[in-house]
């Protein structure tokens, strides 16, 4: 079988990813896609550092602006959009470069792995959301540690919205994620991918650019984006609500904290996720390590 030649670009949030793939774009002649889980939704720009209009003006982009808010937004999705893309741009002769963070979401596309038909349930969704939110996320993995351990093991008990589907792939089917994971894993992937891993030398460097990216978001307008979708109901979407850079300001948009306090939790949470994701791709194996 003739796989499909890819570039894919990973690294921690702030890194330089969509730089160093816009640059390759221009210089191979190729078109990104996005692999960050939260860049498909229409009018979340800001905070999710989507590439300007004169970026996408120089090359195309995928997987940007594809979803409105209360859409449920999966890998399984995700693998659905960006194979077309991957098809489309290669049939035209140009070369595919997949840029994002989403480790979960970039894994599975490249890998072949056939996710699980369970289709998402947005209700027992948010009764899980609500679960962690009352009891805490250590209750709720423990929830999942009980059923099952294999994939409690390997989901970080902060990660909800990755504790809750797993949780609501038992509940639904009787099977665990772990066992419909490896039954998965049985397919060969048509793609041959060649990753390049953004990395920072000092995880200090990493944080200071993540606080002057954050800094930046708030001159460019964040609360006025955040507070329009706020207002449209974001809060109670079952996905886009999960955001980084949004979620922080629900507490300041009923009063409960300040605006300093809120770039601060967005600042420490942008933080823990880009260690979460650095745990996520160090163990990987990519063709090519990049540092910062």
């Known amino acids: 079988m003739t796989k499909i030649p890819l570039i894919v670009v990973v690294g921690p949030t702030a890194s330089g990813?969509?730089?160093?793939?816009?640059?390759?774009?221009?210089?191979?002649?190729?078109?990104?896609i996005s692999g960050d889980s939260m860049q498909i939704y229409r009018k979340m720009d800001i905070g999710t550092a989507k590439p300007s209009l004169d970026e996408m003006g120089e090359v195309p982009h995928h997987?940007?602006?594809?979803?409105?808010?209360?859409?449920?937004f999966s890998a399984a999705r995700f693998v659905e959009l960006a194979s077309a893309a991957i098809e489309d741009i290669h049939s035209r002769g140009k070369m595919p470069i997949i840029a994002g963070g989403t480790g979960l979401y970039i894994d599975t596309l490249i890998s072949g792995t056939e996710l699980?038909?369970?289709?998402?349930?947005?209700?027992?969704?948010?009764?899980?959301?609500?679960?962690?939110?009352?009891?805490?996320?250590?209750?709720?993995?423990?929830r999942l540690k009980e059923v099952d351990p294999v994939s409690a093991e390997a989901i970080h008990p902060n990660n909800v919205k990755r504790v809750a589907r797993a949780l609501e792939?038992?509940?639904?089917?009787?099977e665990t994620k772990s066992e419909a994971d490896r039954k998965s894993r049985l397919k060969e992937s048509i793609y041959d991918p060649y990753t390049v891993y953004?990395?920072?030398?000092?995880?200090?460097?990493?944080?200071?650019?993540?606080?002057?990216?954050?800094?930046k978001m708030f001159e460019l307008g964040l609360e006025k984006e955040v507070r329009e979708l706020y207002e449209m109901g974001l809060e109670n979407t079952p996905t886009a609500s999960?955001?980084?850079?949004?979620?922080?300001?629900?507490?300041?948009f009923r009063g409960?904290?300040?605006?300093?306090?809120?770039?601060?939790?967005?600042?420490?949470?942008?933080?823990?996720?880009?260690?979460?994701q650095m745990t996520w791709f160090n163990r990987t194996q990519p063709n090519e390590i990049i540092e910062i």
Do not use: M, W
Request: with cysteine.
């Open 17 to 32: 990813k969509s730089e160093y793939a816009l640059k390759k774009a221009k210089e191979i002649g190729g078109e990104i």
């Open 63 to 72: 997987l940007i602006d594809v979803a409105d808010i209360s859409e449920v």
């Open 116 to 142: 699980s038909a369970t289709e998402d349930d947005p209700i027992l969704r948010k009764e899980l959301f609500a679960f962690a939110e009352e009891q805490g996320a250590i209750a709720l993995h423990q």
């Open 169 to 174: 792939i038992y509940i639904k089917t009787g």
């Open 198 to 215: 953004i990395r920072p030398k000092e995880r200090e460097t990493l944080y200071q650019r993540i606080d002057k990216r954050v800094d």
């Open 242 to 252: 999960q955001a980084i850079g949004y979620k922080e300001f629900y507490p300041y």
């Open 256 to 276: 409960e904290t300040d605006l300093e306090s809120t770039k601060q939790a967005i600042c420490l949470n942008t933080r823990h996720y880009a260690k979460r």
